[in-house]
């Protein structure tokens, strides 16, 4: 059975502090993204990559940046984590065609 | 990318069919059309996906008349289990065009006993 892991279900961080939100899936697949959810939002896109090392923006990528060194391994990092950026964060995989993606439980981070 | 429209909720009881239909009056030729499925705290889920006519699996049926330019998608007898989020998404079967799909509010559907 395909699967999309990510790192925390939960996680409370402080104003200011550096953020890392890891996923990691067992698919092989090429693609993998991060989205944000919050209410009444839908899914944003952050940040896409489409190869190891490889990576393009998505529609918020301010304040966030991603690391992808192996390919089954795709990090979110929150530099210097700012109260707004409290919100659902959500992983997916996905391979070369057509546009089934495979999600991840999530991740709620809360900043204070 | 093709703009889609969903209603924003619906409700139903145990046993009705739900249909849910999408519009996207601007589908591509390439593009295809992809129900996802979302329960509270989890991850959006693939249920199914189509190009014309019908689809059906185990979960849905996807319908998609000849002008392409909406699509229902059908779920049988529902149970208070299949109260969700469903989302319509419409994209380029190459795959590299349609990373940036939009997944819009979705219509919340919420089965009572």
């Known amino acids: 059975d395909v699967k999309v892991t990510q790192s925390s279900r939960y996680l409370v961080k402080r104003t200011g502090e550096k953020v890392f939100l890891e996923c990691v899936q067992d698919?092989?697949?090429?693609?993998m993204f991060w989205y944000r959810q919050d209410p009444g939002l839908g899914l944003r896109l952050i940040y896409f990559?489409?190869?190891?090392?490889?990576?393009e923006k998505g529609d918020i990528p301010e304040g966030y940046s991603v690391s992808r060194e192996k390919k089954e391994r795709f990090s979110l990092i929150l530099e210097s984590a700012s109260t707004n950026q409290t919100s659902m964060y959500l992983c997916?995989?996905?391979?070369?065609?057509?546009?089934?993606?495979?999600f991840g439980p999530g991740t709620r981070l809360t900043v204070l | 990318l093709a703009k889609t429209t969903q209603p924003i909720s619906m409700d139903s009881y145990e046993g009705q069919e739900v249909n849910i239909t999408c519009s996207h009056n601007?589908?591509?030729?390439?593009?295809?059309i992809t129900w996802y499925q979302q329960f509270p705290s989890q991850g959006p889920r693939f249920i199914i996906q189509?190009?014309?006519t019908k689809v059906t699996n185990e979960v849905a049926s996807l319908f998609i008349p000849a002008d392409r330019k909406s699509s229902t998608l059908s779920l049988p007898r529902v149970s208070l289990s299949d109260t969700a989020v469903y989302y319509c998404?419409?994209?380029?079967?190459?795959?590299?065009?349609?990373?940036?799909?939009?997944f819009g509010a979705g219509t919340t559907v919420t089965v009572r006993a």
């Open positions: 698919m092989d697949h090429e693609n």
């Open positions: 601007n589908i591509a030729t390439n593009d295809y």
């Open positions: 998404l419409v994209g380029d079967i190459e795959f590299v065009n349609d990373y940036k799909l939009s």
């Open positions: 990559s489409y190869d190891v090392k490889m990576k």
């Open positions: 189509g190009y014309k």
């Open positions: 997916a995989s996905g391979g070369r065609t057509v546009s089934r993606k495979f």
